[in-house]
């Protein structure tokens, strides 16, 4: 990433009433900011139906926009805030898989956000000892399941600094997904939680410039990349509405795994966990273990093991209509997630995970960083 590549992605962020999907669309049309900027006073060169208010809105003067961006880079710097735009290979590979992934993302920590596991753990503010101890015992077990899984949340109160200091105390790196911008912490209470963090292997992560306060729309907004930046959404406890079942939605929405924690039938706080699954809207899990099998966690642990030790890859591999499925997708499509072979061979995701394992063993696929695959040609 160039300083002006990050300087423009900022200002389109900043300019004026372009809304995030006016921005991704500029951005992906031109292939850059920098391409936006070099077509903004013929726009319908490269969006043909261009509204008259975004054509006019980019024909207008946008340096004071440019210069906020420029301030904001200075700042970032000084802070030692990184800004990772659309097109960085650092930037999250499945939020950008997102339809609608924020232009920019400001990170202060130097987590791997393209890990190979990655959940979010979520859940009510007004959590209750059930479900401290839930998330407590979660995220212990993964450690031993899963060593190298990063845990997300919204650094919250309730289940998301519950999942956080889990997290911070059996050794994961933990990411705390905020609403506002880096110059300020909400809650302030979390702050010490937030710098071990930071200091520990994760990160605190956002899409706002500084000033930006938490506002409410705020952690509507910021649920999506809760949801965009993970394999699978755990909600452990949830009122019947609440932030935790809208990350649900989200993620679910975007093709991910949603799981559930159940609790009694009478419980203010387990009524969400509980409609979820009665809706078939998440799986049912009492553990890590349950986690790790929906996941295939524990054959993609068996195909690193191998790869290590060297697959040799059969002349001519007799494939599945599964395996099949996935290979042409990959042919057509290159290089995919699993949640995006989702979308293009319709088979669920356990299936997914299932027979890209097996095409591993057959030395017909390989593993990337950030859970996608490439098709060995």
Wanted: hydrophobic share 40%.
């Amino acid at each position: 990433m160039t300083e002006q590549t990050a300087s423009l992605t900022i200002a389109l962020l900043a300019a004026g009433k372009l809304s995030l999907h006016d921005a991704v669309t500029l951005y992906e049309a031109a292939g850059s900011a920098c391409g936006v900027m070099e077509h903004r006073m013929d726009i319908r060169a490269v969006i043909t139906d261009a509204a008259d208010s975004l054509a006019e809105l980019l024909k207008g003067d946008l340096s004071a926009y440019v210069g906020r961006a420029e301030e904001e880079l200075e700042w970032c710097a000084e802070k030692g805030v990184k800004v990772l735009t659309y097109a960085d290979k650092a930037y999250p590979c499945r939020l950008r898989n997102c339809h609608d992934a924020p232009l920019a993302l400001f990170v202060r920590g130097e987590c791997d956000l393209n890990a190979a596991h990655i959940i979010n753990i979520v859940g009510t503010r007004q959590c209750t000892p059930y479900g401290r101890d839930v998330t407590e015992s979660i995220v212990r077990d993964l450690k031993t399941l899963c060593p190298d899984v990063v845990i997300v949340s919204g650094l919250a109160y309730g289940i998301d600094i519950a999942a956080h200091r889990a997290a911070l105390r059996n050794g994961i790196a933990t990411v705390g997904v905020v609403a506002h911008g880096q110059d300020r912490l909400y809650p302030q209470l979390h702050r010490t939680e937030a710098n071990k963090m930071v200091t520990g292997g994760g990160a605190v992560v956002t899409e706002y410039c500084r000033g930006t306060r938490p506002e409410a729309r705020n952690f509507l907004q910021r649920n999506r990349l809760i949801a965009g930046m993970c394999d699978a959404t755990v909600v452990v406890e949830s009122a019947a509405h609440g932030g935790g079942l809208v990350t649900a939605r989200l993620a679910q929405d975007y093709g991910r795994e949603v799981f559930a924690i159940p609790g009694p039938v009478n419980a203010e706080y387990s009524k969400g966990c509980n409609n979820l699954v009665r809706d078939n809207k998440a799986a049912l899990i009492t553990s890590a273990d349950d986690i790790v099998s929906a996941m295939m966690w524990q054959d993609a642990a068996k195909a690193d093991k191998a790869r290590k030790q060297g697959i040799e890859r059969t002349l001519f591999p007799e494939l599945t209509a599964d395996e099949q499925r996935i290979v042409d997708a990959l042919k057509q499509h290159g290089d995919s997630q699993t949640n995006v072979l989702v979308m293009h061979t319709g088979l669920p995701i356990s299936t997914i995970v299932s027979q890209l394992f097996s095409l591993e063993m057959k030395g017909v696929v390989t593993s990337l960083p950030g859970n996608a695959f490439h098709l060995i040609s």
